[in-house]
């Protein structure tokens, strides 16, 4: 059967441009550039916020137009709205509008009333992305629906932390429980493994006051499987794509963002995660993090990000649709033509896959094969499109370089 990799004849609405949008300062986000060459390879107008002129996104050739608009994530809620308006002015046109991260999802749900002025949005309950971004009311909503989830604790207080950490079970993970908290007054830098009691009263010696941080159970690596979920919900919450795979290498290892992940159909993940979608209602793209116990073979919801993610482009049907694909056939009024997912695409962000791979050397152990070249599509590096790769490798060297240095150092 031909895969029709390129999306033609999908019947995209080419007058009906893309806006990729996002709040606060990460210039090297593979979901944005994804999302500009998806639709504008096809000829869909594709306009992008921008940290600057020279960032990844800014540079692709199948970029229509930028906004530069740094924003730090501090912004009131109004002064938000109102960029996003004028920008919307300014493309003189209804056009579909794109979260690239929690907090910018988060933010046009609550003011999807104001912004359908400019923007066709998915009519997604206002504060359920909230809900599912945010660590502790996921996992509440995990319990509310039979849905797998490791153990978790919001403290109030070190004392609660302590507490709270020691009924879970050392060792136990910490993340930042809000997605604006991880801009605003982040806890820890990323998701952090904490093994014993003296580790974990060290890092919280740090914080000048009690952050909104979650506890988590630790599921061991050694004997799971890290498994992501894409997919796109209509306005019924019926799931219209679902894509499912496998991640091979991450950053931080094994603790972080898949760096190689190849797609796999997975029935079962499949069925959690549509069970889920329509159980809260939920419309528009999302991005899930699943592992799996070998042990028991029991899937658990790691986090639910209502909005694309950083490797949807992982994920094709046979008809060439993506969720970015099928978000905006949907939004347009068009049908989105079935397909199965094809397997075996491969994905790799390179400039984390270099650190990744060194530390996985490091700590020994059985490392995972290599994607092979022919099938896999890479974060940056396009023929078609080779200005991405070059500002996303000088702006990540000195990163990469540190990051290494540190783990190393530890």
Known sequence: MRVRDSGEGLGLDRSVPLLVAKVGHYPLHPGGTGAIRSLGRLGVPVAAVTEDRFTPAALSRHLHRRFVWPTTGRESADELVDGLLT????????????????????????????????????????????????????????MTHGVPAPASALPASVDDLVRDAGAIGYPVVLKNAGPWSRLDRPAVAATTVVHDEAELVGIAA??????????????????????????YCDRRAEPRAVFTGVKTRTWPPRAGVATRAYAMANPVLVELT???????????????????????????????????GAQFRLFQTTAGVDVVRALHLDLTGRSVPYGRQVDGRGFCVENLDVPALLAYRREGGRRPAGLPWAGTERAWLALDDP????????????????????????
């Not at 159980?279 to 070998?294: F, H, M, N, P, Q």
């Not at 200005?387 to 530890?410: E, K």
Request: some cysteine; hydrophobic content about 45%.
């Open 87 to 142: 920008i919307g002015s300014a493309l003189d046109r209804p056009s579909v509008l794109l979260p690239t991260d929690d907090e910018a999802a988060v933010l046009v749900a609550r003011h999807a009333g104001a912004l359908a002025r400019h923007f066709l949005l998915p009519e997604v309950p206002p504060d359920l992305p909230g809900q599912l971004a945010g660590k502790y009311s996921l996992y509440r909503l995990c």
């Open 206 to 231: 740090g914080w000048p006051r009690m952050p909104e941080v979650l506890v988590q159970e630790y599921l061991a690596t050694a004997q799971a499987e890290d498994w992501m979920a894409a997919v």
């Open 274 to 308: 549509t069970t889920l979608c329509r159980a809260v209602g939920y419309r528009g793209i999302a991005d899930l993090d699943w592992r799996r116990d070998r042990t028991t073979g029991r899937y658990n919801l790691l986090d639910f990000n209502p909005r694309v």
């Open 387 to 410: 200005l991405p790769a070059l500002s996303a490798a000088a702006r990540s060297l000195g990163p990469a370089v540190a990051m290494v240095a540190r783990r190393v150092t530890r």
